[in-house]
């Protein structure tokens, strides 16, 4: 992909894949355009050049919303719920294309974040940041997406919170998704992922599995010493 | 280099269309029409200053032009001393105790910081100062009304040369902008917009109720001209000359000579006003409007006074339009409240300064010329039009009276439709904005 | 005991149903104005001109079912126009945006320019409303004119007071109570409501969750010729249509819009209220409602009018400012945007 907000790109010709029931991560530090990849991918920003392909057919030149149909997910990082609406009605929002199975898709997205169950009722504004982030997950997964995209969804989350957060994610992947993570906090992201994207200025600059980036030396130090 | 041509064209294109209105239809016309865009160009360079260059969305235009217009009642009317002596003791000390309480205010404002006790305080501030203000200020309102309503009814002027009271109408209009910024100043610009109409409103109802300041709808006329009139230069001989060399009567070339007079003073108001604002723009001044504009948060995270930078636009704008509204009332002669409404004042300034090319002033200029001329035209030539067809149709015929009816509203529909179509195909207007980068010359 | 009942009849007759009245008119128009900012995202300067070309559509198909002979019985034809009045103005809105608004909004435009946008729109639709009636404007009010006239009024309790009852009004209150709760139930239950709701909460959100934008701005602008349409005709019916008459429309309604919040419906009907009401409260005649209750000696000699009549228009200007000024979120807290 290349591509950027006007004026000069951010990404210059980076690719990612990911399979299903796989976990991929992208880290890299910042500016790299991790997030921007991302939302090149949901099509929120126009590619001046490259493509989008899901589940083998190309997606580039749908609108976001189409996207969602085919069966991409996003989770953006920042305003990822509906504020005024309650869990509810934000879950409902994600059944908007998948009536039929909305009622299923529920019970399975409050069997994995049960405390969404329990606030079903609450004004999504209300909620904490963690629970924040469990509804912005939760309603993703509403959508029935082949493949999911979260852009760093442990941001401003409390260290052990973020271990329950991963062992989410790797309940969701089990489901037969296709995750895809971009985030801050690479040393734990990896842990968790199959395959791991590092991104410098837009291009691919390492890839490898999840504990071959951890173990490799020079992407140890050039960038996961420098996270706090 | 083209494009400093191309600027020079299209003046000169103006020039012609108005040249060619004084060969075809009258040369009275024709100067009437340049009188009111000089006019017009003012207030655009003063909207100018706000959207172009600051940014800034002032919907409260006529507020502006309606304070400046009161300001050469206030200034160069003569004065009803009669009025004065019943009541203008009694007007200073309302004023007087007015100022006190607001400063009391803000004092209190800022001097008591426990919420509890502040909110009382301030409270009985307002409360004792309307009072006490109040006690003043309706009986010598009621007194200067009484007195000769017919022919009076308000306090008059200072009596002072209209120029003074020009200068006066950018002093009183700065003078109520500058409260205006401070308090809107925190807006978002939805928020400015809705704010600052209703203002603007709220102005133009007190000059339509407060008969002792302007005698409110009952109108103020005869107002003093730096001109001479029609009638006194009539009989002088070089324009009897004149006028039978160009084969008019006395009457038409005097009036034409005394329009212009106006023209060259008019014209004379808009250079200074032209210069001082070029100038500024090419100051650090300039530079640092254009940089808040194209980039708020950038700028405040600099550290640099956004809120300041906006206030002293808003001013320095709102003054100049207000010189527009001076100017205005005193070509007219009178000061009309009810004649300010937002179509005329507001909306199509701001078309003027769109199609002419926001952010710059040669555009501001330009546009007024060209929109006034067409807003005129499309009433005087529309009319004429539909005679032309109509002359076709049989007299009272149902679809002669429509056309007849039709041209002035069309009118709205045509300024409505430049607006959308040149912020569609041509945003940046007929003379766009440069930008500051030279290149070549 | 009569002169509270004397008093309380004044008080209704002339400052709480017309209070109603205009609160309903106002609401149905704040509420409009309100849809139109928290989806589209911008304050629509053309809204008061919206109410008035309804209006005059509905006008003008009432002036042709009249010829042809067509009428509603006790109630004003215009009733039985307005279907029709609804769909045309639909069709304008719809233009318009399809024409004007929409390239603008796939550029992410700022919205002062959809401001400027609204206020060429609001100049065409000027002239178009005064070459469709005239701008003269004309009066449509036919059918029964009073449920309840003053003389039946007395006659049936025997007050010196009369509570007249016109049927203009019984009308903008029903119809404005009906609207507005068939808003909020489709807003609150259907599908395409909540999709309203989600996407004037977080755009982008709304996008990721599937929702065709186009579709939603295109039932927005639907609404909205239902409630200016409606709001216009109600206003019409109870004053006369003149097109200058709408044009002072507009900031009572942007008025009660902020006042209750931008953005926010229940916040619409609540500032349509706080508005009208101030405006015919602040320049009431408190006097005769003070002397019914009031023992003889302490009866007030001034007609008791805060206010003139004349600052009627300047009064909702003037909550305007101030709660902007003070609480710019509006006293139901508006969309932040």
Redesign the interface.
Same mark, same amino acid.
């Given at each position: 992909m290349i591509g950027g907000y006007g004026g000069s790109p951010i990404l210059n010709g980076c690719t990612i894949s990911v399979d299903r029931g796989e976990i991929a991560v992208v880290v890299g530090p910042n500016g790299a355009g991790k997030s921007t990849a991302m939302k090149a991918i949901?099509g929120?920003l126009n590619l001046t050049s490259g493509n989008v392909v899901l589940a083998g057919k190309s997606i580039t030149t749908l609108?976001?919303?189409m996207r969602?149909?085919a069966g991409m997910?996003?989770v953006?990082q920042n305003?990822?719920?509906?504020?005024?609406?309650t869990v509810r009605?934000n879950l409902?929002?994600?059944a908007?294309?998948s009536r039929d199975t909305a009622a299923q898709t529920m019970k399975e997205v409050f069997d994995l974040f049960p405390i969404l169950a329990e606030k079903r009722n609450q004004i999504a504004g209300q909620l904490s940041g963690g629970q924040r982030q469990q509804l912005a997950m939760g309603?993703?997964l509403m959508?029935r997406p082949t493949a999911l995209m979260l852009d760093e969804p442990t941001a401003g989350v409390s260290p052990n919170v973020m271990d329950e957060m991963f062992e989410k994610i790797r309940g969701v992947a089990e489901l037969g998704l296709a995750v895809l993570i971009v985030e801050q906090n690479a040393a734990s992201a990896l842990e968790v992922a199959d395959i791991g994207y590092v991104l410098v200025e837009g291009r691919n600059r390492f890839t490898g599995s999840g504990q071959d980036l951890l173990n490799d030396p020079e992407t140890r130090r050039s960038f996961l010493g420098a996270h706090s | 280099m083209i494009t400093r041509h191309r600027d020079i064209l299209l003046f000169l294109g103006m020039a012609l269309l108005l040249i060619l209105v004084g060969v075809f239809q009258s040369w009275q016309l024709a100067l009437t029409i340049f009188n009111l865009c000089v006019i017009s160009a003012v207030m655009s360079i003063g909207v100018n200053v706000q959207w172009g260059v600051a940014g800034m969305?002032n919907v409260g235009t006529m507020g502006f032009a309606a304070l400046g217009g009161l300001a050469v009642v206030l200034f160069s009317a003569p004065p009803v001393t009669e009025a004065w002596s019943l009541g203008g003791p009694g007007l200073l000390v309302a004023f007087v105790t007015a100022l006190v309480t607001v400063i009391a205010y803000i004092f209190a404002k800022g001097y008591f910081n426990d919420a509890q006790y502040r909110w009382m305080i301030l409270f009985g501030i307002v409360v004792v100062g309307f009072y006490i203000t109040q006690r003043f200020f309706f009986p010598a309102v009621a007194a200067i009304e009484g007195f000769d309503a017919v022919k009076y009814g308000n306090i008059g002027g200072l009596g002072l040369p209209t120029p003074v009271a020009w200068f006066g109408g950018a002093l009183l209009a700065g003078l109520v902008a500058w409260p205006v910024a401070k308090?809107?100043g925190s807006?978002?610009?939805?928020?400015l917009?809705?704010?600052t109409?209703?203002?603007s409103?709220?102005v133009v109802?007190?000059l339509?109720?407060e008969d002792w300041l302007a005698r409110g709808v009952k109108n103020i006329s005869g107002l003093p001209r730096p001109v001479p009139y029609e009638v006194d230069i009539r009989a002088l001989e070089w324009i009897q000359n004149l006028a039978t060399s160009m084969d008019m009567s006395a009457r038409d070339m005097s009036s034409i000579v005394v329009k212009l007079c106006y023209a060259g003073l008019f014209l004379v108001v808009l250079a200074l006003v032209y210069w001082l604002t070029e100038t500024l723009q090419r100051a650090p001044w300039g530079r640092m409007m254009r940089a808040i504009r194209d980039n708020e948060d950038a700028a405040m995270a600099m550290g640099k006074d956004v809120e300041g930078r906006h206030r002293q636009a808003f001013v320095l704008g709102s003054a100049i339009v207000g010189i527009g509204g001076a100017m205005l009332v005193t070509l007219d002669g009178q000061f009309t409240p009810g004649s300010y409404q937002?179509?005329r004042f507001t909306?199509i300034i701001?078309?003027m300064v769109?199609v002419g090319g926001s952010g710059n002033y040669r555009g501001a200029i330009l546009g007024a010329f060209v929109i006034w001329f067409a807003w005129i035209q499309a009433e005087t030539g529309g009319a004429w039009v539909a005679g032309l067809l109509a002359e076709n149709l049989t007299e009272g015929s149902a679809a002669r009276d429509v056309i007849e009816?039709?041209a002035a509203?069309?009118?709205?529909?045509?300024?409505?439709?430049i607006?959308?179509l040149v912020?569609?195909f041509a945003p940046h207007g007929l003379i766009p904005e440069k930008t500051h980068t030279r290149v070549g010359n | 005991m009569t002169d509270i009942l004397n008093a309380l009849v004044h008080l209704t007759n002339l400052m709480i149903l017309p209070g109603l009245a205009y609160a309903s008119q106002l609401a149905l128009g704040a509420m409009g104005v309100t849809l139109i900012?928290s989806v589209l995202r911008?304050?629509n300067f053309a809204h008061a001109e919206t109410m008035s070309l309804g209006t005059a559509f509905c006008i003008i198909v009432t002036l042709w079912f009249q010829q042809l002979g067509i009428s509603f019985g006790f109630l004003p034809t215009a009733l039985l126009a307005l279907p029709f009045a609804i769909v045309l103005t639909a069709i304008f809105l719809i233009l318009s945006d399809r024409m004007?608004y929409r390239?603008f909004r796939r550029r992410n435009a700022?919205?002062?320019?959809f401001?400027?946008?609204s &206020?060429?729109?609001?100049?065409?639709? *000027?002239?178009?409303t005064? @070459?469709l009636v $005239?701008?003269k404007g004309r009066i449509i009010d036919d059918g029964e004119r009073f449920l309840v006239t003053a003389r039946e009024f007395k006659e049936w309790s025997g007050l010196a007071e009369a509570l007249v009852i016109k049927n203009t009004v019984v009308l903008t209150i029903i119809i404005a109570i009906f609207i507005c709760s068939v808003l909020f139930w489709f807003l609150k239950n259907t599908?395409t409501g909540? &999709?309203m709701?989600?996407y004037s909460? *977080?755009r982008?959100?709304? @996008?990721?969750? $599937?929702?065709?934008?186009e579709r939603i701005v295109f039932i927005t602008w639907i609404l909205v010729a239902v409630l200016a349409t409606l709001g216009g005709v109600l206003f019409g019916l109870d004053k006369g249509y003149r097109p200058f008459v709408f044009?002072q429309l507009l900031?009572p309604v942007?008025?009660a819009a902020?006042v209750g919040g931008?953005g926010n419906q229940v916040g619409a009907i609540v500032g349509a209220v706080v508005i009208a009401f101030s405006e015919i409260g602040l320049t009431f005649a408190w006097k005769r409602f003070f002397s019914y209750l009031l023992p003889a000696d302490l009866e007030p000699t001034s007609m008791m009018q805060i206010l003139?009549t004349?600052?009627k228009?300047?009064v909702s200007?003037?909550i305007?400012?101030l709660v902007?000024?003070f609480k710019?979120s509006g006293l139901m807290g508006g969309?932040q945007r």
């Open positions: 949901a929120m609108p976001t919303q969602v149909k997910a996003l953006p305003d990822n719920i509906f504020p005024t609406m009605e409902d929002m994600g908007l294309l309603r993703a959508t | 969305f308090l809107t807006l978002r610009t939805d928020y917009a809705v704010a109409f209703g203002i409103e709220i109802a007190v339509k109720n937002p179509l909306f701001w078309i769109i009816e039709s509203y069309l009118r709205y529909v045509v300024m409505g439709l607006l959308i912020m569609r | 900012f911008f304050s004007v390239h700022k919205p002062e320019i401001m400027i946008l &206020s060429g729109i609001m100049l065409i639709i *000027n002239g178009m005064r @070459l $005239g701008p599908e909540k &999709s709701r989600a909460d *977080n982008d959100l709304a @996008l990721l969750s $599937g929702v065709d934008p044009q900031l942007f008025a902020v931008l003139s004349e600052y228009f300047a200007f003037t305007l400012v902007l000024l710019p969309s």
